[in-house]
Every structure is written in C-alpha cells, then in structure tokens.
C-alpha cells in the first residue's frame, strides 16, 4: 500500500510514520477522538463526506484505490493533518488491515457505483461490491470497528408499487445487478453487525447530484451536448421520474443517521421529497449551458420506456425516517439539478 504526501508523491506505507501520525492528530484540542476510515474517500460522495467528517472534528482515514476517484477531489483537505489518504484496494486484505488501525467507524463507500448493464456486468458488480464488502466486514471482526455505515442504494427497492418507498417496503425485487449486489452487501452488513456485535448504519441514497460526481444523467448530458449542442440523445423515452438530491443534503443526512443510530442494524433512505422527469431535468441542462433548439433523439431506451436494462421508471423514496431525526433537505430535485448542471460545467470547463 502506499500512502499519498501532501506534496502528491507517493510513499510505500510505513507503519511507524503511521504511528507518529496518530500520535499528532491525539494532539488535537477539541474535536473527537475517533479515527473514521471512508473507503472510497476520493470519489464523488466519499470526498465531500470526508471533508464534513473532519469539518466536525473527526479525524478521516481514507483507503480509495483511485479508480474512479481522484486525488484533487480532496484538494481541500490533503495537507489536513487529520486526514491520512492511503491508496489502496478494499478487496485487499492487507490495505485494509493498515487502514483500520485505531479506527472506531468504517463508512463504507468505495463501489462500482454504475447501475447501467454495460457499465456494471455481473462480474463487475460481485467482485467490486459484494466480494470487497466482504473482506472489508471479515477485517473488522478483530479491529477496534465499532460502526458500519455502508453505502446502500434507493435500486434495491426495484420496480416498487408503493411510491414513496419506505424502509420496509418489500418483498425486495432489484431489477437491476447493481442493485442486487447493494442488497447482498446490505445482508451481509447486517449479519457480522448482529454475529460480531458492532453498529450497523445502511443509507440507501437515490441519485445524489453535484461537484466532483463521476457518473449519471447530468454528467451525460453535458457531455454530450458539448459534443452536438444542437442534439441530445436521451435513453429512454424521457418519462423515467426520479428524485435528485443536492450532495450537501446527502451529507448532512449520512452524518445525522450515523450519529443518531441507536437500534444493531439502521436503515435510513436518503433522497428528495420530490421529483423530476429526465426531459424536464434535460431542459435545465440545456438552460444552464445556455443552449437554445436543442432537438431531442429518443433512442436506445428499453421495455416501457426505461433508459437501460435495469433502470428503474418511478422512483422516490419515504424520507419520514430521515426527517424525525432532524434532516430537513435544502433544495428540491429540480434546484439540485439547476445547482449541481453549474457545477459541473464549471469543472469541465478547463480553467
Ligand atoms: P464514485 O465512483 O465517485 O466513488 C467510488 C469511489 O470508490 C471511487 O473513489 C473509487 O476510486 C473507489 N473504489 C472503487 N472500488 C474500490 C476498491 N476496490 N478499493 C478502494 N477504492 C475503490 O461513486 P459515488 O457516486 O461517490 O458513490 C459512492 C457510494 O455511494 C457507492 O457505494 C455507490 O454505490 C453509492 N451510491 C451512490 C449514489 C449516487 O447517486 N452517486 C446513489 C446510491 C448509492
């Protein structure tokens, strides 16, 4: 394993540094005394997750092996010395080992978060989902671990008929393999939480938007209409409604579940109260960028209009739980869009 300096260069990971270092951030006046590991820390949500965690005083060890994460997503925060990037792989045992030393909680985040078939074949899905979580939940059975918060997803409901879906919505029918691998994940975090006695926080967030994301629809359309601003192909017959949500209410509803769990094993939806179709979302786009007769190609979609195998048409989540705890969301599905289109053309923008 290696572990990132300040500078950006990379050292092989020394566990005497390590060392030295835990005892510097012990150091620190105010602030917890908890060490949280974040895999997938350099992504889109582990990265702006990382950066809330030490912002309220936790000190964030992050184990992310860069594939789709990237290392000036923690711009912000990589000479913080509460935060230790350690690029390494969670389906190794060995790198988990290193960064779950005097950790307390693992946020769970490091996936292939892809839900599209050819985004995410089976193979994909098991070894880089199901396989890593467990070895990761295998790693924490003789570690100081006394939480698991993992990253579930809103796809585990599948085509659910009662809108919005509640926690305990079921029978659990995902339609898609991405999906189906988040549920076996969910099953095997509840399972070592009751077996070896930790805490267990599954979140299953749906389609959270905003800076730094790697993946998903308004990513898709800007991209393509920096290509063709006259044509946007959208998949699908443009009807699929979902909810959006903004990334800073996404945190704030992660950390509130964390630090609110009581019960082994919570399960929290994380998403927006309201939702958008994908052809009013692709009209924001086109606003934004400050298009004008942009003609739309429907193509490429699947049975009953869907964008792709797997995609789910009507989606929105019950988030009562979420809002007894305090969360309130700041933008609805369609400003999250409008703020997080700004976003990221400002970043694919080349300064
Ligand atoms: P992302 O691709 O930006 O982040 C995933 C991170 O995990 C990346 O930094 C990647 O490099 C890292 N990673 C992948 N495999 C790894 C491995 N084996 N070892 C170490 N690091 C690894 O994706 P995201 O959108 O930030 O998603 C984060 C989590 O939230 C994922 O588990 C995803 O399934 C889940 N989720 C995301 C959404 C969403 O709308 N973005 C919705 C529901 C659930």
Redesign the pocket.
Not at 107 to 124: G, I, Q, S, T, Y
């Given at each position: 394993m290696v572990e990132v300096r300040k500078d950006g260069s990379q050292i092989l990971y020394n566990t005497t540094r390590h060392a030295a270092f835990h005892a510097l951030k012990k150091e620190r006046i105010g602030g917890f005394d908890i060490d949280i590991l974040v895999?997938?820390?350099?992504?889109?949500?582990?990265s702006h997750l990382a950066e809330a965690l030490i912002k309220k005083g936790y000190s964030v060890n992050i184990?992310?092996?860069?594939?789709?994460?990237h290392k000036r997503n923690l711009s912000g925060v990589l000479d913080n010395q509460y935060l230790n990037l350690l690029v390494?792989?969670?389906?190794s045992s060995t790198d988990i080992k290193e960064a779950l030393k005097k950790v307390h909680a693992v946020f769970h985040?490091?996936?292939?978060?892809e839900v599209r078939l050819e985004l995410a074949d089976p193979k994909k899905c098991y070894k880089?989902n199901i396989e890593?979580t467990y070895i990761l939940l295998q790693r924490t059975r003789k570690s100081n671990v006394e939480s698991i918060v993992f990253?579930?997803?809103?796809?585990i409901y599948g085509d659910a008929v009662t809108i919005p879906t509640p926690e305990d919505y079921g029978p659990l029918k995902p339609i898609s393999v991405y999906g189906a691998s988040?549920l076996a994940c969910e099953a095997l975090v509840s399972s070592y939480c009751y077996s070896f006695k930790k805490k267990g926080i599954i979140v299953?967030?749906?389609?959270?938007?905003g800076p730094?994301?790697?993946?998903?629809v308004i990513l898709d359309f800007i991209r393509k209409l920096k290509t063709n601003p006259s044509e946007l192909e959208i998949l699908g017959d443009g009807t699929q409604t979902k909810s959006y949500l903004y990334i800073d209410d996404c945190i704030d509803a992660i950390i509130k579940a964390y630090e609110s769990a009581e019960e082994p094993v919570t399960i929290c939806n994380i998403g927006s109260e309201d939702q958008t179709n994908v052809t009013e979302l692709a009209n924001i786009v086109i606003e934004e960028m400050g298009l004008k007769d942009v003609k739309f190609k429907f193509s490429g979609g699947v049975e009953g209009g869907r964008g792709w195998i797997g995609d789910v048409k009507n989606m929105l989540l019950d988030v009562s739980k979420l809002k007894s705890l305090g969360w309130k969301q700041k933008l609805n599905s369609k400003e999250a869009v409008r703020q997080a289109t700004t976003d990221l053309i400002r970043e694919l923008t080349p300064h």
């Amino acid at each position: 394993m290696v572990e990132v300096r300040k500078d950006g260069s990379q050292i092989l990971y020394n566990t005497t540094r390590h060392a030295a270092f835990h005892a510097l951030k012990k150091e620190r006046i105010g602030g917890f005394d908890i060490d949280i590991l974040v895999t997938g820390g350099a992504g889109f949500i582990g990265s702006h997750l990382a950066e809330a965690l030490i912002k309220k005083g936790y000190s964030v060890n992050i184990l992310d092996n860069l594939s789709s994460g990237h290392k000036r997503n923690l711009s912000g925060v990589l000479d913080n010395q509460y935060l230790n990037l350690l690029v390494g792989d969670c389906r190794s045992s060995t790198d988990i080992k290193e960064a779950l030393k005097k950790v307390h909680a693992v946020f769970h985040f490091a996936a292939n978060p892809e839900v599209r078939l050819e985004l995410a074949d089976p193979k994909k899905c098991y070894k880089q989902n199901i396989e890593a979580t467990y070895i990761l939940l295998q790693r924490t059975r003789k570690s100081n671990v006394e939480s698991i918060v993992f990253a579930s997803s809103s796809t585990i409901y599948g085509d659910a008929v009662t809108i919005p879906t509640p926690e305990d919505y079921g029978p659990l029918k995902p339609i898609s393999v991405y999906g189906a691998s988040k549920l076996a994940c969910e099953a095997l975090v509840s399972s070592y939480c009751y077996s070896f006695k930790k805490k267990g926080i599954i979140v299953r967030p749906a389609n959270i938007v905003g800076p730094r994301a790697t993946h998903g629809v308004i990513l898709d359309f800007i991209r393509k209409l920096k290509t063709n601003p006259s044509e946007l192909e959208i998949l699908g017959d443009g009807t699929q409604t979902k909810s959006y949500l903004y990334i800073d209410d996404c945190i704030d509803a992660i950390i509130k579940a964390y630090e609110s769990a009581e019960e082994p094993v919570t399960i929290c939806n994380i998403g927006s109260e309201d939702q958008t179709n994908v052809t009013e979302l692709a009209n924001i786009v086109i606003e934004e960028m400050g298009l004008k007769d942009v003609k739309f190609k429907f193509s490429g979609g699947v049975e009953g209009g869907r964008g792709w195998i797997g995609d789910v048409k009507n989606m929105l989540l019950d988030v009562s739980k979420l809002k007894s705890l305090g969360w309130k969301q700041k933008l609805n599905s369609k400003e999250a869009v409008r703020q997080a289109t700004t976003d990221l053309i400002r970043e694919l923008t080349p300064h």
